[in-house]
């Protein structure tokens, strides 16, 4: 595709669901990332993706969180058993391999709601 | 640790206008850069100028330019001949080749006067 593409665009789960949501890197783009972004606030690191390995998840805020890229181009970002404070938009970046200008190409974000 | 401050919560300017953003950062490395990303109310980030750390010339783009002090780890935004669809939140970012990741800093919301 042309850009990042994430899905949905929209989440409202009740607390203690689980949640799916899901990220398309733009093609051939190696590394892959996901970040947090609460109301008002610039986005915080989750983890980051090369291909399928997890190289980075130093982000992720508890265990209940949980991200996998198994086939290293789309990836999924799960929440087991939700809480309030988890409602955020979570956004997904992608860059590719090499790059030296450590530029990040982002999706336009999903917005978790957790009532 | 990499930490960014963005010590201006909200800007106004007049359509036309120059406008300058602020944006403070502290870090270790020594190979890292420096971002300014705009995110309009539809949440896409939009990357809208670079800065490589051992670049001393001040990147530009059209009508976004920076000033980059390396020694006083300062990286402010300057708009110039301000539009109205320049109106979004501002985020300052900060990579290093160490960390990949990017760190933020608390935005800034451009409001543009017409």
């Not at chain 2, 270790?28 to 051992?54: C, G, H, N, T």
């Not at chain 2, 990286?75 to 933020?104: E, N, P, R």
């Amino acid at each position: 595709g042309a850009g990042v593409s994430q899905s949905p665009r929209y989440k409202v789960a009740k607390r203690g669901q689980d949640v799916a949501l899901r990220c398309d890197p733009i093609s051939g783009h190696v590394s892959l990332f996901w970040y947090q972004q609460a109301l008002g606030q610039g986005p915080e690191f989750l983890t980051y993706f090369q291909n399928e390995a997890q190289l980075d998840k130093s982000g992720l805020p508890s265990d209940r969180f949980f991200a996998e890229r198994p086939e290293g181009s789309v990836s999924t970002l799960k929440i087991q058993r939700t809480q309030q404070e988890d409602s955020a938009v979570y956004l997904c970046a992608s860059s590719p391999m090499g790059a030296q200008s450590g530029i990040q190409y982002f999706g336009a974000g999903t917005r978790l709601s957790v009532l | 640790a990499q930490t960014v401050t963005q010590s201006q919560p909200e800007m106004s300017v007049q359509e036309a206008e120059t406008v300058t953003l602020s944006c403070t950062y502290d870090t270790s490395e020594s190979d890292y850069y420096l971002f300014w990303y705009k995110q309009p109310p539809s949440r896409q980030m939009i990357l809208v100028i670079r800065q490589e750390a051992y670049k001393q010339q001040n990147a530009t783009e059209n009508r976004f330019s920076v000033n980059f002090q390396k020694a006083a780890k300062s990286f402010s935004l300057k708009i110039s001949d301000s539009q109205l669809g320049d109106a979004a939140m501002y985020f300052c970012a900060l990579g290093t080749q160490g960390a990949q990741k990017l760190v933020f800093g608390q935005g800034t919301r451009l409001t543009i006067n017409p």
